[in-house]
């Protein structure tokens, strides 16, 4: 009987412990990890990541020129946010531009501003923008330009998301669902 009774203890606080545990669709990271602080530009002056101590923030690095990636992030982190009413307060989207020779924060700025009049864009020079993307495991590379002097970025296209002390909690890749990303968001602020 009392053989019974510990492994009923044991199996109701094991099955507790699991139906606790949020279900997340992004990339989970654990233990989470702590990230350097870092200081860029917004059009309206020097915004640093501890900024934004107590919310969660989606951290994502792009440039303003992508055709195809860094909108359709951004306008899935804006529908991520959608519906979360006063909770959308504890989360902050932060666009990061990997094209120093082009983007400029005031630039940036309006781009992230584009999606969201809440999102933060930031910009800054090559090491300055070397040091983030170094810091935070992110990938750039200019391609080569055609006759106008254009061309394009490759850049990883993950959204990094950190806990309300700056941790990396999770990633979205490339390719997560909009629905996963604002069920995500959800279950992060409680909204």
């Not at 997340?24 to 350097?36: C, F, K, Q």
């Not at 501890?50 to 792009?62: E, W």
């Not at 992508?66 to 804006?78: F, K, R, S, V």
């Not at 993950?158 to 700056?166: A, E, H, M, Q």
Request: proline share 5%; charged share 20%.
């Amino acid at each position: 009987m009392r053989r019974l009774t510990l492994v009923l203890t044991l199996a109701a606080l094991f099955l507790g412990s699991c139906a606790a545990q949020p279900s997340y669709s992004g990339a989970l990271i654990d233990p989470p990890v702590a990230m350097a602080d870092f200081s860029l530009e917004s059009d309206s002056g020097p915004v640093s990541l501890s900024d934004f101590q107590g919310k969660y923030v989606a951290l994502f690095f792009g440039y303003t020129r992508c055709q195809d990636i860094c909108p359709t992030t951004m306008a899935d982190l804006n529908y991520g946010l959608s519906d979360l009413g006063d909770a959308a307060n504890d989360m902050q989207v932060i666009f990061v531009s990997v094209d120093w020779k082009r983007d400029t924060p005031q630039s940036v700025s309006e781009y992230a501003h584009l999606f969201n009049p809440d999102f933060v864009g930031l910009g800054g020079s090559k090491d300055e923008i070397d040091k983030v993307t170094s810091d935070y495991g992110i990938y750039y590379l200019f391609g080569s330009p055609d006759a106008q002097g254009n061309y394009d970025v490759e850049h990883t296209a993950s959204v990094l998301v950190l806990d309300k002390s700056g941790n990396l909690i999770m990633t979205w890749p490339q390719g997560t669902a909009a629905e996963q990303i604002k069920q995500d968001m959800r279950t992060l602020v409680g909204g």
